[in-house]
């Protein structure tokens, strides 16, 4: 143990004992991960700056905001994606892409059945809208009804009748528990994964490391030995050299 060679190999071996020895005899499975902190992407202006893409079943969702004079939404306009409800269910699961969904007055949200329960968990709902905007209703100019029909509409906003529908319909066609986990989300809300046990993919890297560390200190001890009996054996054929000659 007088080389350096032998002291490093040994230091390798006992880290690797002592990595794997933590990893699956421990407590915390997750000893060894490291964890990234970024800062979460819940408004539009965070989800702007970044490259990731957004989409809904139809054009529909951006046609408001198309032709905004606004930087924000032209950027989300240019985002925006036109899928089939197969690839919605898909893209759901995917922590790197926005799926649309509809705040109604009622405070309630309206969404495809492409949203299910599991892909939530891992999803953000954002605090704000990306825009604004009323149902349209149109009719041929000079209506003469038309009077009375704004008067119509007036009185079920003034009496919370469209909140009341909205809130009979959510209740009766979507799903109420993707519905909760949805207003627990746009309450400030973050999900927490539970600690998951490592995997060799999860360790490769460090054991990796420590192999390669192992091998070039088994190379070194390998040929420091080597060089020290090719010297002993030179010692002992220059002695018997020495004694012949005597």
């Keep these: 143990l007088n080389t350096f060679a032998a002291r490093f190999f040994l230091a390798m071996i ?8 933590n990893t699956y005899s421990g407590q915390l499975k997750s000893i060894l991960t490291v964890p990234l902190f970024t ?10 700056k970044t490259d990731w893409t957004w989409s809904a079943p139809s054009i529909v969702w951006v046609q408001t905001i198309d032709s905004s ?28 892409y926005g799926l649309g969904i509809e705040r109604l007055m009622s405070g309630s949200f309206s969404f495809g059945d492409y949203v299910t329960a599991p892909a939530l968990e891992t999803k953000i709902v954002s605090k704000d809208d990306l825009y ?14 038309m009077p009375l029909f704004d008067k119509h509409i007036r009185a079920c906003v003034e009496t919370g009748l469209f909140v009341h529908w909205e809130r009979k319909i959510v209740a009766k ?10 207003l627990n989300l746009a309450s400030g809300h973050i999900n927490k994964l539970p600690p998951q046990k490592l995997t060799i993919e999860n360790i490769s ?24 009996y090719f ?15 005597n």
Excluded at 14 to 21: G, W
Aim: aromatic content about 14%.
């Design 132 to 145: 604004f905007d009323w149902t349209r209703a149109v009719s041929i100019r000079g209506w003469p009804l």
């Design 173 to 182: 066609y979507l799903n109420r528990q993707t519905q909760e986990i949805m």
């Design 205 to 228: 890297g460090a054991t990796f490391t420590l192999l390669f560390g192992c091998l070039i200190a088994s190379f070194v001890f390998v040929l420091e030995l080597t060089a020290h």
């Design 39 to 48: 800062e979460a992407v819940d408004t539009m202006e965070k989800w702007s």
């Design 69 to 96: 004079n606004i930087e924000k939404e032209q950027i989300m306009a240019e985002k925006f994606e036109v899928r089939d409800y197969d690839f919605l269910y898909n893209a759901s699961f995917r922590s790197d």
């Design 14 to 21: 006992l880290c690797a004992t002592i990595t794997l020895e």
């Design 231 to 245: 010297n002993k054996f030179q010692g002992l054929c220059i002695q018997r050299n020495e004694k012949s000659e």
